[in-house]
């Protein structure tokens, strides 16, 4: 709709005539959109919109009550979390008692292992065949030694 469109719309219609017409436009195209989605995933869309929707009415009602910014709050916990760089608990979080699945960052973690497999798998073996076999016997050997030197020292 062009400007000059609007103007012709505001010689024979009022505001509220607009606006109207605006919105009912509006709910044909989402009811089409909505008709256009598979039913199975309908569902599962329309709780995301609801939950959406519940999130941002009550977003400014929890930081009355509470008193605090809870975004800012949100952020800042965040933050300190990749600061501190001890994922374990948050981030990468394993299926549990409690949880109906892997965290995010667990699922994406086993994806990119199973994803570079034969990379994995060449770099261990490539470790593998590096490794100082007769440095690693002395320095074992080295480690009974003393270990038995302490024991019998008593």
Known sequence: ??????QV????LSEEEIKQLVIDEYRTIIR???????PSKRMSNHDRVISNA??????N???KILGVNTKE????HVKKILNKGDFSSSIFRQKSAWDSEDSVGTKLL??????????????VKSTIDEIDM?????????????LLNEKFKS
Not at 9 to 12: G, I, Q, S
């Open 1 to 6: 709709m062009t400007t000059n469109d609007l």
């Open 9 to 12: 719309l505001k010689t024979y």
């Open 32 to 38: 089409e959109e909505i008709k256009s989605i598979e």
């Open 54 to 59: 519940v999130y941002y009415m009550l977003e």
């Open 61 to 63: 009602e929890c930081d």
């Open 73 to 76: 709050m949100i952020e800042t």
């Open 110 to 123: 086993k994806e990119c292992v199973l994803a570079n497999k034969d990379l994995i798998n060449e770099k």
């Open 134 to 146: 007769p440095r690693i016997k002395d320095t074992l050997m080295e480690c009974m030694i003393e």
